[in-house]
């Protein structure tokens, strides 16, 4: 047997064994598989995604996020300029996002302008609420836009957030923004995106430095101080003062003796907008996740706002389509994460 195979091999060319050997080999292995029982076979990804499909027990509590600790989530809430507002949205918010989280709980944190920077700046929270131009200002620190609130009075999540420079009736040398140059101008914070950067994305459409157009600026503090600013305009300490888009009609309706002592300078009546404006319109306030939410935490946090029902006041979030506007402000101003074009303009450098 050995002679004759041995002379058969050698007959055959070398490619001729190579393809009869493979040939043996797939018939042994044709039939070792016949063998083994259809149960035990494994053949790869299908059977195996097949077994776990099987298999698979979708817990009762799906919708709750796995997030490692045991202290609560926090939410740093900037300083609204209404305070009602303010506490409604916080609350209903918590409510929405609690569910997710019920092992740890969810926690408010109300801050002024600079606590909210040194939250962020420090992660000292897992969300953030607060307004379109801080969250875009501090985005360098893992700030990422959730969802932005929508009113009764601002649909559009694109378009419903400004500022209403007011003076004196009775100071009719004020008819535009420009005859401000040189002026005494009231406002919240210099980090109040509505009740201050909004106004020098404004002046900067003059093509002149905004830092340099007033010629001296009150900061009152605290973007609740609507009462502060408009006093300082009424006992003529200051030559203007800036609210927050719809502060100016709140006022009035507390304070309804001042009708006829205001005017809102340039002012703007648009259909996107219940109140009067004198600068172009933002997204409104917004909710940001940071980097100590995982992405899967934030995707559930992000469907949980925009399923939450609207506050009495009619405020619910949805998701804005247009952030530029925000971005050109900010690098108009030279704040946030073009702030750094200042060291390189060389005039700047300069001046300074």
């Not at 076979?41 to 996020?65: F, Q």
């Not at 809430?77 to 918010?93: G, K, S």
Request: glycine share 6%.
């Amino acid at each position: 047997m050995t002679r004759l195979s041995f002379r058969f091999a050698k007959r055959k060319s070398t490619a001729q064994c190579l393809w009869a050997l493979r040939f043996a080999c797939c018939v042994l292995a044709a039939a070792v598989s016949v063998e083994i029982p259809a149960e035990e076979r494994v053949t790869g990804a299908v059977v195996s995604l097949d077994h776990s499909a099987a298999d698979l027990k979708v817990p009762p509590d799906a919708g709750v996020i796995p997030v490692p600790g045991t202290d609560p989530i926090r939410i740093a809430v900037i300083t609204f300029a209404l305070p009602r507002d303010n506490l409604l949205i916080a609350e209903a918010t918590k409510l929405a996002l609690a569910p997710l989280f019920p092992n740890r709980g969810i926690k408010l944190i109300f801050c002024t302008f600079e606590e909210f920077d040194r939250i962020v700046l420090s992660r000292g929270a897992e969300f953030i609420l607060g307004t379109s131009g801080a969250v875009t200002r501090l985005s360098t620190f893992g700030l990422r836009p959730l969802a932005t609130l929508v009113s009764k009075g601002g649909p559009d999540p694109n378009r419903n957030e400004g500022s209403a420079v007011i003076v004196r009736e009775d100071h009719r040398e004020f008819q535009t923004l420009g005859d401000l140059k040189g002026r005494t101008i009231a406002a919240s914070n210099a980090l109040s995106f509505p009740g201050w950067q909004i106004v020098l994305g404004e002046v900067a459409k003059f093509g002149i430095n905004p830092n340099e157009f007033f010629g001296k600026t009150i900061f009152t503090g605290d973007a609740r101080s609507i009462s502060d600013i408009v006093k300082l305009v009424l006992d003529e300490k200051a030559d203007a003062g800036v609210l927050r888009l719809c502060a100016y009609e709140q006022f009035i309706e507390r304070h309804p003796e001042a009708v006829g002592e205001l005017r809102v300078l340039d002012r703007r009546d648009n259909v996107d907008v219940a109140c009067v404006h004198s600068t172009d319109l933002y997204p409104g306030f917004t909710m940001a996740s940071t980097e100590l939410i995982s992405p899967e935490a934030a995707r559930r946090a992000t469907l949980a706002l925009l399923s939450m029902p609207p506050t009495e006041r009619g405020a619910r979030w949805t998701i804005p389509t247009n952030y530029k506007s925000v971005d050109a402000l900010l690098e108009a101003i030279r704040v946030g994460p073009s702030e750094k074009l200042r060291a390189t303009m060389l005039n700047e450098l300069i001046d300074d």
